[in-house]
């Protein structure tokens, strides 16, 4: 285990330390050789960070830029047919599944009838479960938090109603924009 622990923390850390922290990282400066070099490298690298310069662009990049996107752009037309392609061929495949799920349908509807009917009994129990804990909830809440909890709900809804309104409203008003 490191015994440089904290004082590396506080040299390489940009939090102002206490008093005491301070004067304790300089006694174990002036006593350590790892820990006043790591010191004195950082107020090194640290002035070098905040006095260097921005570096411009070399002569001709923008002409060398507008060369190599010239020179780019076939292969990039090329990209966009390659995913064309490989839309096109995954929606074929997708209405594929789906049209044989529909003619499985047709050639047993009573097939799809019971599965329709099986989801709707689940989710109706499901419902019914879910009525269930909120009618035990509010029986042992008292009746000020359950009134609270509409409110709240209430209010959480009409706060979505109003930005809502407004995302509608702006995009009516601006259009939509890239």
């Known amino acids: 285990m490191s015994t440089h622990r ?26 350590c050789v790892e820990c006043r070099g790591l010191a004195d490298g950082w107020d090194h690298a640290r002035n070098r960070l905040t006095t260097a310069g921005m570096i411009g662009p070399s002569k001709g990049f ?33 209405a594929g599944l789906v049209a044989g799920q529909i003619l499985a349908a047709l050639n047993s509807p009573s097939l799809v009838l019971q599965s329709w009917i099986r989801e709707l ?45 407004a995302s509608v409203g702006r995009i009516l008003a601006r259009g939509v924009q890239r």
């Open 6 to 31: 904290p004082f590396e923390d506080w040299i390489l850390g940009e939090i102002p330390l206490s008093a005491q922290d301070s004067q304790a990282l300089r006694l174990h400066v002036s006593k």
């Open 121 to 165: 009994v689940h989710w109706s129990l499901w419902i019914r479960v879910g009525g269930d804990i909120l009618e035990a909830m509010s029986r042992a809440l008292p009746t000020e938090s359950i009134a609270a909890l509409w409110l709240a709900l209430a209010a959480a809804s009409s706060g979505l109603i109003v930005i809502w309104a």
């Open 62 to 94: 923008a002409q060398r830029w507008s060369q190599r996107q010239a020179t780019r752009l076939p292969a990039g037309r090329r990209g966009v047919w390659i995913m064309l392609a490989f839309y096109l061929s995954g929606s074929l495949i997708a």
